[in-house]
Nanobody, 115 residues
Framework: QVQLVESGGGVVQAGESLRLSCAARGIIFGFNSMGWYRQAPGKERALVARIRSDGSTQYADSLKGRFTISRDNAKNTVYLQMNSLKPEDTALYYC?????????WGQGTQVTVSS
């Protein structure tokens, strides 16, 4: 069993930055990738960014250049640095980890960007 502990969400003004953290606790076997998704009210959950076991990254096209994902392997933690935030970035941000045999999700952390 793996538990994902998310932190770093909050309320900020447009143009400001936030950094989200997600720590994976438990036995990590067959690591494939770890990443962030977000879901705004009335919309489907969508990929924000993920980082694979080889260190390669994938971003939503619309977020390239503003968001950066990174990983601390020793801490089993992934970070999402979000810069120049916009009101449309307001959403519930979920962390996930993809292992060999299953995927786990965090509870989500709210990010609200006011104009």
């Amino acid at each position: 069993q793996v538990q994902l502990v998310e932190s770093g969400g909050g309320v900020v003004q447009a143009g400001e930055s936030l950094r989200l953290s997600c720590a994976a606790r438990g036995i990590i076997f067959g690591f494939n990738s770890m990443g962030w998704y977000r879901q705004a009210p009335g919309k489907e959950r969508a990929l924000v960014a993920r980082i694979r076991s080889d260190g390669s990254t994938q971003y939503a096209d619309s977020l390239k250049g503003r968001f950066t994902i990174s990983r601390d392997n020793a801490k089993n933690t992934v970070y999402l640095q979000m810069n120049s935030l916009k009101p449309e970035d307001t959403a519930l941000y979920y962390c996930n980890i993809v292992l060999l045999d299953r995927t786990y999700w965090g509870q989500g952390t709210q990010v609200t960007v006011s104009s």
